[in-house]
């Protein structure tokens, strides 16, 4: 077994579309990044390739890169879930926390919880996803920022079937 872990902030402004693990969310205002700045899905991706010791998502998808303004950022969770599959590690769980003053995400944790078990084609009850406020007070509660934070845990799937 082996565990990762990811941390994303992004800040917020007016203007911008809010991408949170995949889905797009209705809300004044919007997270500013290269890509699309899904603060979820970046940090999953760095949890991800953590758990394998593949460095990080800097590493793999430069944001000084033009190949990846305004991507889509469920490719690089695609590409860290591609890696640790080539090296026989499969997924146990996740357990997620997203901070956002506003909106309200607990409305929508089912429907990112989906999306996320679609990208990484796991069983939803594998992923897990808490979200918080900053109680108005720091980045996060004044709505200057966005956080996510992301725990997986894998498991060397060769030896499983070895034993
Ligand atoms: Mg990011």
Redesign the pocket.
């Known amino acids: 077994m082996r565990v990762g872990i990811g941390h ?3 800040r917020l402004v007016p203007g911008r579309p809010l991408w949170i693990g995949g889905v797009e969310i209705e809300s004044d205002l919007g997270a500013v ?1 290269h ?1 699309d ?1 899904d ?1 979820l899905l ?1 940090a999953i991706t760095d949890a991800l390739l953590g758990s394998a010791s593949l460095g990080d ?1 800097g590493q793999w998808f430069p944001d000084t890169d033009p190949e990846f303004q305004d991507a889509d950022s469920s490719q690089f969770v695609l590409a860290a879930r591609d890696a640790l599959r080539e090296r026989g590690l499969g997924i146990v769980n996740l357990d997620l926390i997203v901070f956002a003053e506003r909106p309200r995400l607990s409305p929508l944790s089912v429907k990112i919880r989906e999306r996320l078990a679609e990208l990484l084609e796991i069983p939803i009850g594998q992923v897990n996803l808490k979200a918080k406020t900053g109680e108005g007070v720091g980045p996060v509660g004044r709505r200057e920022a966005i956080q996510a934070m992301a725990v997986v845990l894998v498991d060397d799937v060769t030896t499983d079937e070895a034993s």
């Open positions: 994303d902030t992004h990044g890509s700045a603060v970046h998502i």
